[in-house]
C-alpha cells in the first residue's frame, strides 16, 4: 500500500485478555519499528525490526509483550493478560532500510483494556 | 542518559503569528535530528531533518529548522501559524550508528483565530 498501515484502529478489551495488533509497512521497507504512546507521554520505543530479525527487544515493557515479522513485511504485536496499564496508543513505523532514514508512521491502534 | 527535551507542554499563538518549539538534546556526538507533527488520531508526519552541514533545514508545511551545537539545541520555526497548524509536535534524535530513536515528549500546539 501507500502508507504504512495499522489494524484495529480501536481496540477495547476485558484485563486479562489477549490481543494483537497489526502492522503492514510500506512495500520494500525492511527497517519496522513499534512504539506505545500513551496519554501525555511521548513516543516510548518497543521493537524494532530488521526484516525479520528483532535485534533488541529489551524495550518490551514485560514479557507478556512479544512481536514477530514475517516475510519481512507483515508484524505483529502480542500483548498477552493485558492490564490496564496497557492502555495507549501503539504505533509502527517503518522505513527503507533503517539506520537515519525517516520512519513513516500508521495512524495506530488505540487500545483500551477495561 | 540519552534524551530529548521539549520544554514546553503546551504554546498557544494566534493565527499569524511566529512560532519557535524548542528542542534539546543529550548526547555525547551529534545525533541525528528529526520534528515530526501528529494530528488528533493520526500517526506521526516528519517535517524535517537534519543530519549534517547547513545548520538551518527547510520542511514541510512552511517549517524550519536550526541546529545550533553550542545549545544542543534544534528548535522548529514557522514565520506565519496557520490554524491549521494546531497538532502536536515531537522532536526525535538518532545517535549516530544506533536504531532506536529518542522522542521528547511533545508539545501541543493551540491556534486562536
Known amino acids: 500500500g501507500a502508507g504504512v498501515s495499522q489494524s484495529p484502529s480501536n481496540k477495547v478489551t476485558e484485563k486479562g485478555k489477549d490481543v494483537e495488533l497489526r502492522c503492514d509497512p510500506i512495500?520494500?521497507?525492511?527497517?519496522l519499528y513499534w512504539y506505545r504512546q500513551s496519554l501525555g507521554q511521548g513516543l516510548e520505543f518497543l521493537i524494532y525490526?530488521?526484516?525479520?530479525?528483532?535485534?533488541?527487544k529489551s524495550g518490551l515493557p514485560s514479557d507478556r509483550f512479544s512481536a514477530e515479522r514475517t516475510g519481512g513485511s507483515v508484524s505483529t504485536l502480542t500483548i498477552q493478560r493485558t492490564q490496564q496499564e496497557d492502555s495507549a496508543v501503539y504505533l509502527c513505523?517503518?522505513?527503507?532500510?533503517?539506520?537515519?532514514?525517516?520512519?513513516?508512521f500508521g495512524d495506530g491502534t488505540r487500545l483500551s483494556i477495561l | 542518559a540519552q534524551s530529548v527535551t521539549q520544554p514546553d507542554i503546551h504554546i498557544t499563538v494566534s493565527e499569524g503569528a511566529s512560532l519557535e518549539l524548542r528542542c534539546n538534546y543529550s548526547?555525547?556526538?551529534?545525533?541525528?535530528l528529526f520534528w515530526y507533527v501528529q494530528s488528533p488520531g493520526q500517526g506521526l508526519q516528519l517535517l524535517l531533518k537534519?543530519?549534517?552541514?547547513?545548520?538551518l533545514v527547510q520542511g514541510i508545511k512552511g517549517f524550519e529548522a536550526e541546529f545550533k551545537r553550542s545549545q544542543s539545541s534544534f528548535n522548529l520555526r514557522k514565520p506565519s501559524v496557520h490554524w491549521s497548524d494546531a497538532a502536536e509536535y515531537f522532536c526525535?534524535?538518532?545517535?549516530?550508528?544506533?536504531?532506536?530513536?529518542?522522542f521528547g515528549t511533545g508539545t501541543r500546539l493551540k491556534v486562536l483565530a
Open positions: 513505523a517503518s522505513s527503507l532500510y533503517g539506520g537515519n532514514q525517516p520512519q513513516h
Open positions: 512495500s520494500g521497507h525492511t527497517a
Open positions: 525490526f530488521q526484516g525479520n530479525s528483532a535485534p533488541d
Open positions: 548526547y555525547g556526538a551529534t545525533p541525528y
Open positions: 537534519y543530519f549534517s552541514g547547513d545548520t
Open positions: 526525535a534524535a538518532l545517535p549516530s550508528g544506533t536504531y532506536k530513536y529518542i
